[in-house]
């Protein structure tokens, strides 16, 4: 199979329309080519002056990177979300027309997006946007590996279009977000900074302590909110590229649904699949980095032999060796975690490897997954139970699985934490701490404060 002409895409697309049998009937036609090597951030910055929703991703692990312009098609889940969004995605595909000679991870039909924490608890004006499952299929999509770069062009098509419109239509697209862009540069200055809630929130870790021990909950995850104001609009471009240069070793993300952007800088994979092969990463247990090489280093050794970390990162390994079980075969699990060092951060890193059932797909073991017990807790249910009824923050899309799933059996989400909301002037950050037994509530403040740094320290504080 070889890239399409200009004519040959408006025949494919006039082939599609013929086949469609009623007004009601549509189809997604899916086109990809290889291009040369183009700046992602560049086509992430083009799509702000032509009013579109954009979408960004980026695994710097492989130099992977997706940049997502304006809407498809969209997937929407809120009751029994896992199975609805892998029913949809599934049924979307089987009638779907896709020409992708190359089938890299990342090219054909792509859907970005994610899942809100928890379903039950109350949504707020806050995460208006963001449904509890929200997946869209962008109108341009440009993938880049390894220098290696790709755009593929989706549009839904009804029995009553002209398919020569919307080939036109698609060109004029293709050479607005092309034209060379560069990212304006920003420095924001933060004119308000409040801490929602701080005393109230310490008030519910001594809750959470005692819960535990009058119970069998092990450990209970709670979050809190800061709020900023700026001095002018953000600009999420800026942002991102901030992100990218300060927080090499993370999934660098940005979801924009009109003027509200989730984003953020993860260093939390949650499960990567490429055919069959599964990849999820435990990463609980937290410490900062030292000012020195040798204070460094005697943070990572106490990290490594710290007995409430090692109880943290242990409960993260037991649920999700436990989860892959039933859905999997060949599971590797290393005996000993390792330091895993970021910027502002280190954490306990274990990989857990394994092959996936035939009949299962990604949505399940996301499900069975989310939430872990680094951003929930252990027992999943109690632990969730505690904070649906005594954490004061509508969690939203923070600490939930975000990321990305293709047409050729490939996908990746992290865990969405590091992260912001941002709209317009304002922000509100995100940042959580597992409460154990014998918790002390000004000690997880602290750590809550520096969990808050990735993202303040992008933003101007």
């Not at 200009?6 to 697309?13: H, P, W």
């Not at 997706?66 to 009638?95: C, D, H, N, P």
């Not at 002209?162 to 080939?167: E, G, I, K, N, S």
């Amino acid at each position: 199979m070889i890239e399409l002409k200009e004519e040959q895409v408006e025949a494919l697309l006039e082939k599609t329309i013929e086949s469609l049998k009623d007004d009601d009937d549509f189809q997604l036609v899916s086109i990809t080519k290889k291009i040369k090597n183009y700046d992602a951030l560049s086509f992430f910055e083009a799509a702000k002056y032509i009013g579109k929703n954009r979408m960004f991703w980026m695994s710097s692990e492989e130099d992977f990177y997706l940049v997502g312009i304006g809407q498809a098609y969209e997937i929407m889940a809120e009751e029994s979300r896992f199975k609805e969004t892998k029913e949809r995605w599934y049924r979307l595909l089987e009638k779907a027309t896709i020409h992708n000679p190359y089938e890299q991870p990342g090219t054909g039909i792509v859907a970005l997006g994610g899942l809100s924490f928890d379903p039950q608890k109350p949504t707020t004006p806050l995460w208006e946007k963001f449904k509890p499952s929200h997946f869209t299929i962008p109108e341009f999509l440009i993938t880049k590996q390894n220098k290696q770069c790709y755009v593929t062009m989706n549009v839904l098509v009804r029995k009553n279009d002209h398919p020569h419109q919307l080939a036109n239509e698609w060109k004029d697209l293709e050479e607005r977000l092309f034209e060379k862009t560069t990212i304006e540069k920003q420095t924001l200055t933060i004119k308000e900074k409040i801490e929602i809630e701080p005393t109230e929130w310490k008030d519910t870790v001594r809750k959470a302590t005692e819960e535990i021990n009058d119970s069998d909950i092990e450990k209970i995850v709670l979050a809190r909110e800061m709020f900023l104001r700026f001095n002018e609009n953000a600009n999420i471009g800026s942002i991102l590229q901030k992100l990218l240069d300060a927080h090499p070793n993370s999934y660098v993300f940005a979801i924009e649904k009109d003027n509200h952007c989730f984003l953020g800088a993860t260093p939390e994979r949650l499960v990567k699949i490429e055919k069959d092969h599964l990849l999820s990463t435990c990463l609980a247990g937290t410490a900062p980095r030292g000012k020195t090489k040798e204070e460094d280093q005697a943070i990572s050794e106490g990290l490594l032999h710290d007995q409430k970390n090692r109880e943290e990162h242990d409960f993260v390994v037991k649920m999700i060796k436990n989860a892959m079980e039933d859905y999997c075969t060949h599971l590797d699990v290393p005996n000993e975690p390792i330091v895993y060092p970021l910027t502002n951060l280190q954490h306990l890193y274990t990989p857990v490897t394994a092959t996936l059932k035939k009949g299962y797909s990604i949505f399940d073991i996301m499900e069975k997954l989310h939430p872990t017990p680094a951003l929930g807790g252990t027992p999943k249910e109690s632990s969730l139970r505690f904070i649906r009824n005594h954490e004061r923050l509508d969690r939203g899309w923070y600490g939930a699985p975000i990321g990305w799933i293709d047409s050729n059996q490939n996908g990746e989400f992290a865990v969405a934490i590091r992260s912001a909301l941002i709209k317009g002037t304002e922000a509100s950050l995100f940042a959580g701490c597992g409460v154990v037994k014998d918790s002390n509530p000004d000690e997880e403040y602290e750590e809550t404060n520096i969990k808050f740094l990735p993202m303040l320290s992008v933003l101007g504080g």
